[in-house]
């Protein structure tokens, strides 16, 4: 191919959907963009700023001359801005009477990129993505890209345009109005029923509306609704509280018009996900299929009351950016217009929203007022209705997915009842799923990001909600990538079948204190010698601040404190690969009549790098159940079973694994004051000495699930 690329006219498709003609003049993106209903070509324009495309157009023209002067061939090439690919997979096909490979570039160490080339020229870019992989090709050279994945025959093709209905107000069943948008295939046949896809929102319903009604291209008919209290719906939003019953209430009212069939599915991610999560729990017999992406969890678990704390930063940056309107604040969800730090340290407690954003919050103000679980929260609480889940649920989420103990919550309620048709998808993903190849330094293979992300929820859609006999339900109920071998694997379940779980043994001399001190990790309970228990002053007034954020964080320089218990294993001589949900069995005292334990479970090389997996936090009055708060008795030894985040893990030999106890992380929880009060009230902090046993009667534990 001998054009350069700013003579070339490109072609661009969105989840498999032809969306125009793209071309890079000198100064100018021009594009000849097809009429979204009648899917009539339109004449060429300059591209809008507003252009709602995953692909980094502007980028693009920005470093053309890079990605034309490189010299595409080796294993890997940098260009001068700093990218750097790798060669990827080929694809091989009949260009007008010649065979041709061509040859995909990974892009590496930043979000996805991925460069097509022929013979050494670009024709393409990849921006694989949640909402549908965007594909930017070169007139004729279409079967020489990933997009490839949407030929099959099993799966709906883009062959219709989008009716837009326009808005509806749908009342639920206290009278409450919800702004709801219809999008039904153009071009169907008169009269034909169709299939649904719901999906509901607090970030307004027009955000994403250019990728989700792509579906509707295929054949469904899609709703897009905000939920209570935000956009342009009616009410005020409690978060988590409505979701349930409005959800339903929805679904009778799709059934009701005239171009249903009567099968609904859904589709959310993140509080979208507790969205759709809850809604399965109505049982709602016409809720047919259901995609749950990295779903925020029930309060308790995952969001406002973590393992029963305060949750912080977490929980306030996403309060705070939809308390100041109906519409979210995006620069203040990011950290940019409100500091975190300064955030998490405002007090009191109940007026951060005032000081922060200079305004009251009705959920964090809702939330002071209920400190304790009760029925508010239970009804908050999707895991409580898990007998009422019939429909099949398709789970997506990854390592470093924030809400992934909401992920855990969901598929241990799928697991308890049995729900025919689960299946599981994690992958080395952040909360932003399917991103990136490499994250803080640790590198995954080039495999971590595939071009098949929304056909999988596509086929899921097609199963359930068309009928269609893909196979989906016939695959391996979970799929998981193993970091440190940087490979996918397969399982009849989650936590793997293969998986044999493993007991790790805290042990010391009484002097675990820091990575500095006699801390051990070993397969065998505590010897006479190393059973001495460990203590730490626990002062929450000084609390441990590492980052809050569910990513592969190097622990090492927070393990130089002396409030940190460190446990660490001897060197591995060989690698020993962990999959599947993880737990520790604590048996700890403290002189506190409450107070907080922080487990961590990390990776640590030969150099002493210490890289966090999985770690939760729980509230010790809570050991007993959220339901059955009971202060503790000042030095009394209690037995805590704590939760772990998931994982599929390989240590690799020469590596040790490391177990760390503490009692704060405070962008993830305010911490304990130690008192026992309510913490919205702020009572005044009392330091307290927290002692962890380990001996033969005090055995406690890491339990690891080992391939």
Same mark, same amino acid.
């Given at each position: ?30 594009? *000849?963009?097809? =009429? ?18 995953? /692909? ?7 470093? /053309?001359?890079?990605?034309? #002067? ?12 700093? =990218? ?25 160490? =930043? ?115 905000? %939920? ?7 009410? @005020? ?14 679904? =009778? ?21 507790? %969205?759709?999560?809850? *809604? ?6 016409? /809720? ?25 930063? $977490?929980?306030?940056?996403?309060? +705070? ?38 305004? *009251? ?9 209920? $400190? ?22 398709? %789970? ?17 309620? +799928? ?14 993903? @952040? ?38 006999? !893909? ?24 936590? $793997? ?11 010391? #001399? ?8 006699? #801390? ?8 006479? *010698? ?22 592969? &964080? !190097? ?18 001589? &060989? ?5 599947? @949900?993880?737990?520790?069995? /604590? ?30 936090? %729980? ?77 033969? @009667? ?10």
């Amino acid at each position: 191919m001998s054009k350069l690329l700013q003579e070339t006219t490109f072609k661009l498709y969105c989840a498999g959907v032809y969306e125009g003609r793209i071309r890079f003049t000198a100064d100018k993106i021009m594009h *000849a963009k097809v =009429d979204a209903r009648r899917r009539t070509q339109m004449q060429e324009n300059v591209l809008s700023e507003q252009a709602p495309y995953m /692909l980094p157009l502007q980028r693009i023209k920005q470093f /053309l001359d890079q990605y034309e #002067g490189a010299a595409w061939s080796g294993e890997e090439v940098k260009l001068a801005n700093g =990218d750097v690919y790798r060669q990827h997979i080929r694809y091989t096909a009949d260009i007008d009477g010649r065979e041709v490979t061509s040859q995909v570039w990974a892009r590496r160490m =930043d979000t996805a990129l991925d460069v097509v080339t022929v013979d050494g020229c670009v024709i393409g870019f990849v921006a694989p993505n949640r909402y549908g992989m965007e594909i930017l090709v070169a007139e004729g050279y279409e079967a020489l890209t990933p997009l490839v994945v949407y030929d099959s025959p099993q799966l709906s093709q883009a062959q219709y345009g989008i009716q837009e209905l326009g808005t509806d107000l749908i009342p639920m069943r206290d009278g409450v109005r919800l702004a709801t948008d219809v999008y039904l295939p153009e071009g169907i046949e008169p009269g034909a029923k169709l299939p649904t896809i719901l999906i509901r929102t607090c970030y307004d319903r027009h955000m994403k509306k250019d990728q989700l009604k792509r579906w509707a291209n295929k054949g469904y008919a899609v709703v897009n609704q905000d %939920v209570r209290g935000r956009a342009d719906s009616e009410g @005020e939003l409690v978060p988590f509280y409505y979701e349930r019953d409005d959800s339903s209430d929805t679904i =009778d009212w799709i059934i009701a018009q005239d171009w249903s069939d009567g099968n609904v599915g859904m589709w959310g991610a993140s509080y979208l996900g507790y %969205v759709v999560t809850a *809604a399965a729990t109505s049982g709602h017999p016409n /809720l047919k299929a259901i995609v749950n992406e990295v779903n925020v969890g029930s309060p308790f678990v995952d969001t406002v009351r973590k393992g029963g704390t305060v949750c912080s930063w $977490p929980l306030l940056c996403w309060t +705070l950016a939809q308390s100041v309107g109906t519409r979210t604040d995006f620069n203040i969800f990011a950290g940019i217009t409100v500091n975190p730090e300064k955030a998490v340290d405002a007090r009191p407690i109940r007026d951060i929203p005032q000081q922060m954003i200079g305004r *009251a919050s009705g959920p964090w103000d809702l939330w002071s007022e209920h $400190p304790e679980y009760d029925d508010f929260w239970r009804n908050c609480t999707y895991s409580e209705r898990g007998d009422q889940v019939k429909a099949p649920m398709f %789970v997506i989420s990854g390592w470093y997915d924030g809400d992934s103990a909401g992920v855990s919550e969901t598929w241990r309620m +799928l697991t308890e009842h049995d729900v025919p048709n689960r299946k599981l998808w994690l992958g080395p993903w @952040e909360h932003g799923p399917n991103r990136a190849r490499d994250l803080m330094g640790v590198s995954f293979s080039n495999d971590a990001v595939v071009y098949d992300y929304d056909v999988n929820v596509l086929r899921w859609f097609d199963r359930f909600l068309k009928g269609v006999d !893909n196979g989906i339900d016939r695959e391996p109920r979970a799929a998981y990538y193993v970091v440190g071998t940087n490979e996918w694997r397969t399982s009849e379940d989650w936590t $793997p079948v293969e998986a044999e779980v493993r007991s790790f043994y805290l042990g010391s #001399g009484g002097r675990a204190n820091s990575s500095l001190g006699d #801390g051990v990790l070993g397969a065998a309970p505590a010897t006479a *010698a190393q059973s001495e228990p460990d203590s730490y002053l626990y002062n929450p007034d000084e609390p441990v601040a590492d980052s809050g954020e569910r990513e592969p &964080e !190097n622990m090492r320089k927070h393990e130089l404190r002396s409030d940190i218990l460190v446990y660490t294993g001897e060197a591995l001589r &060989e690698e020993l690969t962990v999959a599947g @949900e993880l737990s520790c069995e /604590l048996y700890a005292a403290s002189t506190g009549v409450d107070t907080d334990w922080v487990v961590t479970l990390s990776d640590v090389d030969e150099k002493g790098n210490s890289i966090r997996l999985s770690n939760y936090i %729980v509230r010790a009055k809570y050991r007993n159940g959220f339901d059955t708060p009971e202060l503790l008795t000042p030095g009394k030894v209690e037995k805590y079973t704590i939760f772990l985040q998931n994982i599929a893990h390989t240590f690799q030999a020469g590596h040790r694994i490391r177990f760390t106890v503490t009692s704060s992380s405070k962008l993830v929880a305010f911490p304990n004051t130690n008192t026992g009060l309510n913490p919205y009230d702020d009572p005044q902090p009392v330091i307290v000495k927290q002692t962890i046993h380990h001996s033969a @009667e005090y055995p406690s534990r890491v339990l690891l699930p080992v391939l």
